[in-house]
């Protein structure tokens, strides 16, 4: 939930916007909900698996498996993957913001930056959780920060994000199956 925050935070999402969130894994369902709460957005959802639907329609968010949004004034793109990213500024509005949330790690990745980036004068930025905004550290600390996250995973409807539970002492079996990369866990709760 923190680096749903800290990406709203950075992409500054307005009453009334068309925003559209692109990877719906944790961190995208989380934004994509959290987004939806405000006034007069025109949300789209959008994952390529669409085993995702049932999750995102749970939590209130209008779903798709096709990047068919246009003229977005915000894409916030979480999918981890550079058609995505692709996907993502294809969308975007004349002068609109692209957030990146994935995270890359080491992996080169592939950024069409020719045909409507330039024109429409897009922006792509950044965002990173290990951070609080330079706008909002004089009166953001990361314990505040946390505790705002803390509160709103209270959300009962955000129980949909658990995707399953296995109890401590089965982890040695299930472990590989969950870190695999064709997993298709959210949120898997380990019982103590």
């Given at each position: 939930?923190?680096?749903?925050i800290?990406?709203?935070?950075?992409?500054?999402?307005?009453?009334?916007?068309r925003?559209?969130?692109?990877?719906?894994?944790?961190?995208?369902l989380?934004?994509?909900?959290?987004?939806?709460?405000?006034?007069?957005?025109?949300l789209?959802?959008?994952?390529?698996?669409p085993?995702?639907?049932?999750?995102?329609?749970?939590?209130?968010?209008?779903?798709?498996?096709q990047?068919?949004?246009?003229?977005?004034?915000?894409?916030?793109?979480?999918?981890g993957?550079?058609?995505?990213?692709?996907?993502?500024?294809?969308?975007?509005?004349?002068?609109?913001?692209?957030?990146?949330?994935?995270?890359?790690?080491?992996a080169?990745?592939?950024?069409?930056?020719?045909?409507?980036?330039?024109?429409?004068?897009?922006?792509?930025?950044?965002?990173?959780v290990?951070?609080i905004p330079?706008a909002?550290?004089?009166?953001?600390?990361?314990?505040?920060?946390?505790?705002?996250?803390?509160?709103?995973?209270?959300?009962?409807?955000?129980?949909?994000?658990?995707s399953?539970?296995?109890?401590?002492?089965e982890?040695?079996?299930?472990?590989?199956?969950?870190?695999?990369?064709?997993?298709?866990?959210?949120?898997?709760?380990?019982?103590?």
């Open positions: 939930m923190e680096t749903a800290n990406g709203l935070w950075d992409a500054q999402p307005s009453v009334g916007d925003v559209a969130v692109v990877g719906l894994g944790v961190v995208g989380l934004v994509a909900w959290l987004v939806r709460q405000i006034p007069g957005v025109e789209l959802a959008i994952d390529t698996n085993a995702r639907q049932a999750v995102a329609e749970a939590l209130g968010l209008p779903f798709s498996t990047a068919s949004a246009e003229g977005c004034d915000l894409v916030i793109h979480a999918s993957h550079s058609a995505g990213l692709e996907s993502a500024l294809a969308m975007a509005g004349q002068e609109a913001r692209i957030v990146e949330l994935s995270w890359y790690g080491d080169a990745v592939s950024v069409p930056l020719g045909h409507a980036f330039h024109p429409n004068r897009l922006e792509l930025k950044s965002s990173q290990g951070q330079p909002r550290q004089p009166r953001w600390s990361y314990q505040r920060r946390l505790e705002l996250a803390l509160s709103l995973l209270r959300a009962p409807e955000l129980d949909a994000l658990i399953g539970e296995s109890r401590f002492d982890l040695p079996e299930i472990a590989s199956r969950l870190f695999s990369p064709e997993a298709d866990a959210l949120c898997h709760r380990i019982i103590y």
